[in-house]
C-alpha cells in the first residue's frame, strides 16, 4: 500500500485566489514599475521599425480568390480563409443574412507564462506587432502560436516559448481552455487559453518582461496597449470568492440551458462569391450600405515577427464598438448584468456576452426603439458612474483599426433592474469567472471585462462571502 | 437598504448531496418497495396492447425520401431527417468513412420531478412505451418531449406534466443542462436534462410512480428496464464530494482541452443517396459489410401513447455493444479510467466516454492488436471483479433493438495503470458529477455508468474528503 496522500492531491488549489490578489496589489515588480515598462516599450517600439500599407488584393502575395468559389485562400491551404455565411438567428425575431467570415478551423495556442519572484506571482508579457492594431504594437501574452506557426508553415522561426505550452507533463498549470473568439467574423474559432506557472529561470529577450498582475491592471486604463489574447488568456485567473450571489450555479446554468434551447441559429458555409449584399472591388469587398465591416489587404514590413515581410487580408470594421456591462453590488457581492448573445460563428448557439456589444453606427439609421437594450444608458451614463473606461482594439492578426469602447458602468435599480429583460441575466463576479475556467460560455469581450473587473475589484475584497 | 440576505443566497445548494444519498440509501418509498413496482409495471405492460411490426419503406405514412437528396424525411419538415454524413476523424490515424445520420436540430426536454415524501427525495417515473426497445415498456422521465410534442407538430394529446419543465420561476431546479446524445446515429443531437423539485401535490395518474433513488438504482440492475433517457437524467445529480483526485480539476480541464486540439473531426452533412458503402433495398439501408448499422421502418401501434398509432424509421445495431469502465479506489477515492472520444456527431471534437465503447462484432473481421484498448481486459474479467453488469438499450424512439452490456470493473494496476495509454485518464468519480453538471463533457454512455456509479457508492461514502 501507498502510504494515504502521495497519489491524490486537493481538486482545488486553494491558494491561487490569495496569491492572484497580492500580484494584484503589487505596482512594483522585479522589472520596476510602470514608468520603467513605458520606457521599455517605448525602446521596443523604437527598434521596431514596422510598415502596414494598404494594397489591392490583386497584389497580395501567396493569397486569390479561388475559382469556382471565390473564397480567398493562401496557396498552402493554411492560415484561414475568408468564405462565406448564410445565417439565421432568432428569438423571437428571425434575422436572416449573408456575409463574409473568416475560418481558421485549427486551434492555436494563447499562452502566458507565470513565475513567483519575491513570493509575488509575475506574468510574462511580450511587446509584440500585429498588422491590425492602430498603433501596431501592443502587450501580447508570451506565446501566440497559430498551429501553422508551430508546424512550420510559415517558414519562420520557431516560436519562443512555446515549449512551455506543449510540454505540460508536471507543470503548474494556473488555467487552461478553449475559448471563442469573434462569432461575428470567425466561424467557430476557439484558441487554448493557458497560463502555465514556471520555478525555474526563463531565459532572458528584450521583447519579454515581467509584470504583476497589479501593473497589467494599470497598463489596462491606457488605451490599445494591452492586446486581446493578453485580456482574454488573463480572464481565466480566479477572482472573486464570495459563495452567494443573486442566482444560485444551478440556476444560472439552467438560465443558459434555456437559452440556449429558445435560440434558434442556423448556419451554412458556402462560397464567397455567391454572398449577396457584398460586393468586391479591387481593394476592398464591402457590404452595400457601407456597414458591418470591409475586407481588405496589407503589406506589413516588420523586425521581430516570426517572417520579416509578408502580406496578409484583414477584417476593417466601419464603426467604433461599445462594449460595456452594468455592475451592481447585491447586498455586498459585485454583479454583472450579462446578455445570452447569439452570434452566427459561436460553436454552440449563445454565450454570455456583455450588458451592451454594438457598433452604434450599424444601428444609426434606425429608431431609438429598434437600438440595443441599454445603449442609452450606457453612452449617456453620469460620468461618476463610469468606473472604468478604455479604448481596445480585437486580434491585430485578423482585424484592422477594430477599436471599441470598454466600459464598466455603476448602475441602480431605475437604469438595470434585478428583474431584466428576456435574455439578460445578473451573474455574480465570482460565478464569471467559474463559468470563464470552461469553454464557450464567456464571449471574448466579456473576457475583456471579466479582466478589468479582476483588476478594478481585486483590491475591493466582496462582502457577502 | 434591503436587510442583508433577502437578495442573495448559496451559490451552492450544500444540501443536496446528502438529500440524494438519503434517497439513495431508500429502498422502501411512498410507493411501497420494488416487489410493488413490478406487480404496477406488470399491470402497465398488460394495460398496454403494444405492437410494432417491421414495415418496408414504402409503406411509411408521411414519410418518404426525397428528390434529389434521397434523404428520409416526414412531409412536416419536423421530427428529424435521415441524411449523408462524411466524417473524418483522427489522432494518429485519420479514419475517413460516410454513413447515414439522423437529424433532428432541435432541443428536446427530459425531465423528472422530484419531491420529498417524508424527508426523502422521490422521482416521478413513467411506465412508456417506444418502439424501438427489445420489451416495448420501459421505466421512463417524467416527461420526454421533443419541439415537435410540444408545440403540437404530433397533433396528439398535451404532453403530461411538461409544464414542470417549461415554467421554472420558482421552481427548485436540481439539475439542467443541454447534454449530447449518441455521437455515431444522432448529427449534434442534444437534450435538455432536467430534474425539477415541487411542494405541492402533483395529480396521480396510472402510468406516473414516485420512487427512491435507492429503488432506481436496484432497477438499474434489471435488464432493459430503465430507459436511455432515465439513466442520462438522474446522472446529473451530485455523488461524491471528496476533494481529493489523481489530477486536479485544472488538470483535468487542461487535458481535456489539449485531447480537443489533438483531436481533427470534420464532418460534413450531404444528401443521404450519395453516401457510399451503404445500399438501399425495400426495407433496409445496410452497410455493404453487413456491420454497424442498419435504417429500417415499423408501423406502432399503442394506447397511451400521445398518437395512437404511427409509422416511423429506426436505426437498428447490427451486434450487441459492450460499454465499460474500469474502477480504481486510488487513496480510498473512487476513481474511472474515461477515455477521450471523438464521436462525428459531437459538438465538439471529444467528450469523455467509458473505458471500453464499441460494437465487438464491427472488430471481429481485425487481428486482437486493431480491437479498442482494453476490451479484452473487459471481456475477460474475473467475474469477482465485475461490480456491476446489466443489458440496457439506447433511446427507443430512435433506436431499435439497441442493446449493450453495461459494467463496471474494479482493475489495478496491472490491467489498468495509473498512468494510462493516450486518451485515457483517471477521473474521480465526483469530478465526474461535476463535469456532468456542465454540457457536452460527459458522452450518454458514460452518463448511465455515471447513474450506476452512483447508487453503487452512494452506500459507501468516500474516504480521502
Not at 484592422?400 to 441602480?412: F, G, K
Request: with cysteine; charged share 20%.
Amino acid at each position: 500500500m501507498m502510504p494515504r496522500g502521495t497519489l491524490t492531491r486537493q481538486r482545488d488549489d486553494g491558494s491561487l485566489p490569495e496569491r492572484v490578489a497580492r500580484s494584484a496589489a503589487a505596482r512594483d515588480g522585479v522589472s520596476g514599475d510602470v514608468r520603467d515598462f513605458h520606457a521599455w516599450f517605448a525602446a521596443r517600439r523604437a527598434a521596431g521599425r514596422f510598415a502596414v500599407d494598404r494594397i489591392p488584393f490583386d497584389e497580395l502575395d501567396g493569397w486569390s480568390f479561388q475559382d469556382g468559389t471565390g473564397d480567398l485562400a493562401h496557396r498552402s491551404g493554411r492560415f484561414f480563409t475568408v468564405e462565406g455565411l448564410s445565417a439565421s438567428v432568432g428569438d423571437p425575431v428571425t434575422a436572416r443574412w449573408q456575409q463574409p467570415i473568416i475560418r481558421q478551423p485549427e486551434v492555436g495556442i494563447l499562452g502566458i507564462v507565470a513565475r513567483e519572484f519575491d513570493g509575488v506571482l509575475h506574468f510574462l508579457m511580450q511587446a509584440k506587432m500585429e498588422p491590425g492594431n492602430p498603433n501596431l504594437l501592443q502587450l501580447s501574452p508570451t506565446v501566440q502560436a497559430t498551429r501553422s506557426n508551430y508546424t512550420g508553415v510559415h517558414r519562420g522561426a520557431a516560436v519562443r516559448h512555446l515549449e512551455y505550452f506543449t510540454r505540460t507533463d508536471g507543470a503548474r498549470i494556473l488555467s487552461d481552455g478553449l475559448q471563442s473568439e469573434h462569432g461575428s467574423w470567425f466561424y467557430r474559432k476557439r484558441n487554448r487559453n493557458m497560463i502555465v506557472e514556471v520555478t525555474g529561470e526563463v531565459p532572458p529577450h528584450e521583447d519579454f518582461r515581467w509584470l504583476t498582475l497589479g501593473q497589467i491592471a494599470e497598463l489596462m486604463r491606457s488605451d490599445n496597449l494591452v492586446n486581446m489574447d493578453s485580456r482574454s488568456v488573463l480572464a481565466g485567473l480566479p477572482a472573486d470568492v464570495a459563495r452567494r450571489a443573486l442566482h444560485s450555479d444551478t440556476d444560472l446554468l439552467s438560465w443558459l440551458a434555456l437559452m440556449r434551447s429558445a435560440h434558434t441559429v442556423r448556419t451554412e458555409c458556402g462560397p464567397l462569391s455567391a454572398v449577396s449584399g457584398w460586393t468586391r472591388s479591387a481593394a476592398s469587398i464591402d457590404h452595400e450600405d457601407g456597414r458591418y465591416f470591409r475586407v481588405v489587404a496589407v503589406a506589413v514590413r516588420a523586425g521581430n515577427r516570426e517572417v520579416s515581410q509578408w502580406t496578409q487580408p484583414l477584417f476593417e470594421p466601419r464603426g467604433e464598438g461599445v462594449v460595456a456591462v452594468l455592475t451592481r453590488r447585491i447586498e455586498g457581492v459585485p454583479h454583472v448584468l450579462v446578455r445570452a448573445r447569439a452570434e452566427p460563428g459561436f460553436l454552440d448557439t449563445v454565450e454570455l456576452g456583455p450588458t451592451v456589444q454594438c457598433t452604434p453606427a450599424n444601428y444609426a439609421h434606425l429608431p431609438p426603439a429598434e437600438h440595443p437594450p441599454f445603449l442609452a444608458a450606457v453612452t449617456a451614463a453620469d460620468p461618476a458612474r463610469v468606473r472604468y473606461s478604455a479604448l481596445h482594439s480585437e486580434e491585430g492578426g485578423r482585424f484592422l483599426n477594430a477599436q471599441s469602447r470598454y466600459m464598466v458602468i455603476d448602475a441602480d435599480e431605475a437604469t438595470a433592474p434585478l428583474d431584466p429583460p428576456f435574455g439578460f441575466r445578473w451573474v455574480s463576479h465570482g460565478q464569471l469567472a467559474v463559468m470563464g475556467r470552461h469553454g464557450h460560455y464567456v464571449n471574448v469581450h466579456l473576457r475583456t471585462l471579466v479582466a478589468c473587473l479582476n483588476a478594478l475589484w481585486a483590491t475591493a475584497p466582496a462582502a457577502g462571502a
